[in-house]
Structure formats: C-alpha cells, structure tokens
C-alpha cells in the first residue's frame, strides 16, 4: 500500500515481560541438575517456541496512511480501516481522564496495536460496529496532521482529532 508510514514507538516496559522469559528460560536451563536436564530442556524449547511465536504475530507494528485508509500492520496481521469510519483520535490520558469525570464509553471491541504507554485512541464505527484502535506512532503530531489532511471531515482539537458533525 502506498502512503506515509509511521513506525511503532517501543518502550522497554513494554518488552520487558518477553525478556523475563527469556531470561528465565536461560537459568532454568543452565541451573537444573544432569538428571532432570532432557525434561527442562523440552520445556525451555517449548517456552522459546511460544516466545518466537509471539514475536512473528506482534513485530513489526507500523501504521500506514493511504489515500483513503489506514493499514494497521501488527506483525502477520493487516487491518484496512478506512479513514472516513474514524470518528475520534485522541490521547490515551485524555480518555482516562474523561472517564474520571463521569463518561461512561459505549462497550466496543479494542485492537491494540501498540508498544508503547504513549498511546493514541482511535474510535472507528464501520458497518454500525464500533472498533477502538489502541496505537503509538513514533511522530504523533505527524501522524495526525497527515490523517487530517486525508480527510477534511477531521477536525483538531488541540490534542486530537474529532469529526466535525454534519449540520
């Protein structure tokens, strides 16, 4: 697909449980008796696996935007979100804030795509189903300045985007 690409941002924190259980692995491994060594060695491969597993279905994670939709790429997985369904862009702190106040959101599926605390909140409604997209690209304000100017029907906010309502 042709279109801007923004890449993932990627904490530490949110790496950290993969590299405890590597680690783990590692020292279970190198630590167990000779005896017992065939049965933890079947269960350390079994627990890689699993770990190299995860690792195909969730790297890499970008965001490209095309002329009329957003790819959101998370490892082997493809979603195709077309940016006239987005009704709302905004910061994750911002949502949680709101929902302190006393918002109360409508129950809707959420897709994370995201590395990262920084997090972007992006609500789609397509075909009457409302679908919240969990995502952190590394340029943020690029990333929204570039989805706004893809559709006019996106307005700022000064933090985020929201669709302007039809008169």
Not at 35 to 46: E, Q, V
Not at 130 to 149: A, H
Request: proline share 4%; glycine share 6%.
């Amino acid at each position: 697909m042709e279109g801007t690409k923004y890449r993932c941002k990627v904490e530490g924190k949110a790496l950290a449980p993969l590299l405890v259980v590597v680690l783990f692995s590692f020292l279970v491994l190198f630590t167990i008796p000779q005896r017992a060594h065939s049965f933890f060695l079947i269960m350390n491969g079994f627990v890689l696996a699993i770990w190299v597993a995860s690792l195909l279905f969730m790297w890499p994670i970008e965001y490209t935007i095309g002329k009329d939709t957003l790819l959101v790429r998370i490892g082997v997985i493809r979603r195709r979100v077309p940016i006239s369904a987005i009704r709302q862009a905004e910061l994750q702190a911002d949502f949680i804030a709101r929902i302190r106040a006393g918002f109360v959101p409508k129950p809707m599926m959420a897709i994370k795509a995201s590395l990262s605390t920084d997090r972007l909140l992006l609500q789609v409604s397509l075909d009457g189903k409302d679908t919240l997209y969990v995502i952190s690209p590394d340029n943020r304000e690029g990333f929204l300045k570039d989805l706004q100017s893809r559709d006019l029907g996106l307005a700022s906010d000064g933090q985020g985007l929201l669709r302007k309502q039809a008169a």
